[in-house]
Structures are given as C-alpha cells and as structure tokens.
C-alpha cells in the first residue's frame, strides 16, 4: 500500500494534519489504534492557559517568550507558531466546526463543576466570559436530566453563585427517555443525543425548557443533544427565546465526539483513506529514512510512504510506553525527554504538576524523530506524543497537536513543491 504520507494517529494532530494535506491533493493515510482522545475532551481548545504559579493568561501569544527551549512552541518560534494557529482556525472552521474565541487573547469557560477556565477556543454553545468579567446573566437555570447521573447541576450551581449570579436548578423530563433511563449503563449522553436529536423529540425538549425557563434569562444543560443534528441547539434557542447553553458531561463527551467526526467526515471526503482499528507495530528504516510500516491488521503488507507522521498520542495512546525502569516511543525507538529515577516521575501531591506529563519524543527544529541523536528526515512528530510542555498545568494540549499538525503539513507541502 503506497502513499504520499502516512499518518499514525487519527486524533486530532493526525486529523488535522491529514485534511491540510489532503486539501492540496495528497494522497494520505491515517492509522488509527483506537478511539481518539477527542471522545473524553470537553470540546474547547487550550493554546497557553496558564503559567507555572496557576495565574491565568490574558494574552498567550506574548506568553511565548517565557516557555522553556524544549517546548514545542519554542521549538518552531514565535511568528511561527501565531502563523500556524490562524491555519488550524481556518481549517476548523471549514470542517463546520464553530467556535468562539481569539488567539490574541483567551476567555473564560464553563466547566461542568460550575468553576472557569482560561482557553483558546470554545464551542459556541458553551457558556463564556472574558477573562476577569462576569457572565453576561444575572440569573440563570441550571438544568440536569432525571436519572442522567453524569452531570450534577447543585454542583455546578454553587460555584457559578460564588460568583454573584443567581441560578436555580432543576430537572427535565421526557418520556422518549425513559427506556434509556431504566439501563442505567446505557443512560450516557451520546445515546440521550440520538434520542433528543429526532425532530419530534427536540420539540419535546423545547416544550419542557419552556416550562422550565421562567424569570431566568439563560438555561445551562449537559451537552446531551446535537450529536448528529448541529442545528438542534439553534432550534431549541428560537423555540424558547431565551439562550440555551451546553457543559460538558464526564466522558464519553458529545462535543469532543461532534469535533472528531466532523474531522474525519472532512478529511474521508478530501479522499484520505481512514484506516481504524489498526496498530502500527514496527517499521524499517534505510539511511535516516522510514520505508515501510507494518501494521496488526495488514501484517506483511507495508504501508509505504515518502513521508510519515507520528501522532500516536501520550501515555493515554500507547504512543508512549512506561514500564518499571524506563519511558520508551514503541515503534520507531525515538528518543525521549524524560527522568532517569522513577522517584523523579511524579510529585507526592496529586494536585501538583507531574513531571511525566513532560516526557514525550525529541526532535529537531523541524519535529523530525530522532534516534541518538541523529533525525529521521521523513518522519515528523505532532501532537500529544511530543514532550517537552505539560498539557494540563500550562493548559495547551490542543494547542500543541493543531500547530504541530500544521507545521509538519506545511513542512511536507514545502518540500513537494521543491520536488516538482
């Protein structure tokens, strides 16, 4: 099996970083092991959300300066990094995904804890703030869904009233939910969503939030619909004429699904071949060049490529693995930032940063692999499997995998045109 570029990984590195590639015309595979990260995210992209001490950050382009050399963004530089950014925003959005927010400065979002966080880019039916302002209601309904225990709205109620707003707390009920409701284990919101997303069940729901709606000028819900039909929210807005807002609800979560299966319907349209269920086991490498890859499901067929991409995620993936005495990158045998001691890996406190979440794969100045020291020059490293940053105490994960995807598509991109 030939390709321009192999991908390893469909998460949302390897997603966006095939449909830039595939937008020009290459012919592109992703390999993916299983399902994507996306699925247990909360649908709103990190850049640099915080500094070392927790304070927030207003503005993270002028943050840059400040991160360490082995940060990824260091690595790729300033302007770079900004250029980049604006790309995987123009993507997004041609995937029909929609978000609020700048990369000049972040906001503030809601949690489903009811407490704010700093990020880049949020769904637009999330609730925001800009960073030190309120939210813009005075009084608010924070609604759950009977039975649906992923989602407790008394929690989220007390934060937001720490914070000066009046909110009530209810429940909906509608009877299209009560099979789900009596299996407990089946009572997650992505299955509530293909219930509530049928035209008839989204009027259902619009009557009961009426009901519900009162004196209050927004109403909070689990994200629990929209799933397969994006405009149920904007129905539902125009049926009870007053905002309705969706939080995230514990994994698996709507939102992050919504965003991976817009990437993957995007890029499979663009003619990117998907190849799910598949792990990469091995490959062969001649000179400081990846020739084939061989895969579980396809064993002694290689998939052959003149450029590869690894974006096989962190621990969470496998893309890295920690055994007893060592953290080792399984397929190619790269080189990796970490800590000699185990003692050294973690923190005594649970809530301090962890160093593990540093530990990830080199590169050069251009996210080529490395295996000592020397780079890989068809292989390029994206996304969550890089080390060098702390995805959650700096709050740029997302960050991270959308500018590294765009940098090493631009980079490959860069070179067929030299080629030609």
Request: with cysteine; glycine share 8%.
């Amino acid at each position: 099996m030939k390709f321009d570029v192999a991908i390893i990984g469909g998460g949302l590195a390897g997603l966006t970083c095939g449909i830039r590639l595939a937008e020009q015309g290459k012919r592109c595979a992703i390999i993916s092991a299983g399902q994507s990260a996306l699925h247990f995210s909360s649908g709103s992209l990190d850049f640099l959300s915080y500094r070392e001490d927790g304070s927030a950050i207003s503005h993270p382009l002028a943050e840059l300066a400040t991160l360490s050399p082995e940060h990824p963004y260091s690595l790729l530089g300033a302007e770079c990094v900004s250029r980049m950014a604006a790309e995987a925003r123009r993507l997004l959005n041609d995937c029909g995904l929609r978000f609020y927010g700048d990369i000049e400065q972040n906001h503030l979002r809601v949690t489903p804890l009811g407490t704010l966080r700093a990020t880049w880019l949020s769904p637009t039916e999330v609730p925001v703030a800009e960073l030190e302002q309120p939210l813009p209601w005075k009084k608010i309904a924070i609604v759950g869904i009977e039975g649906f225990l992923d989602f407790q709205p008394q929690l989220a109620a007390g934060s937001l009233s720490d914070k000066g707003i009046e909110v009530i707390t209810d429940y909906l009920h509608v009877p299209a939910l009560d099979r789900l409701r009596n299996n407990p284990s089946e009572f997650r919101a992505i299955n509530i969503a293909r219930v509530l997303d049928l035209p008839e069940n989204t009027e259902l729901l619009a009557e009961e939030l009426i009901r519900l709606s009162g004196d209050v000028e927004a109403l909070i819900l689990p994200a629990c619909i929209g799933l397969e039909n994006p405009d149920a929210v904007t129905l539902l807005r125009q049926r009870v004429g007053k905002p309705v807002m969706l939080v995230p609800t514990l994994p698996p979560s709507l939102l992050g699904m919504r965003m991976h299966m817009a990437l993957r319907r995007r890029f499979q349209q663009l003619g990117g071949q998907f190849m799910p269920g598949d792990a990469v086991l091995r490959a062969e490498t001649e000179g400081q060049n990846v020739t084939r890859i061989y895969t579980r499901n396809h064993t002694d067929i290689p998939v052959v490529a003149q450029q590869v991409v690894l974006a096989s995620g962190s621990f969470f993936s496998n893309g890295l693995i920690a055994e007893f005495d060592r953290i080792y990158e399984p397929v190619f045998g790269l080189d990796v930032h970490d800590a000699a001691q185990r003692a050294d890996w973690t923190q005594e406190s649970m809530f301090s940063a962890q160093p593990y979440l540093r530990f990830g794969v080199k590169t050069d100045s251009q996210l080529h692999g490395t295996v000592a020291g020397q780079s890989l020059n068809n292989l390029y490293i994206i996304g969550a499997v890089l080390g060098g940053y702390d995805p959650i105490s700096q709050g740029c994960g997302a960050g991270v995998s959308l500018v590294t995807a765009q940098y090493a598509a631009e980079q490959i991109l860069a070179l067929s045109e030299v080629a030609a």
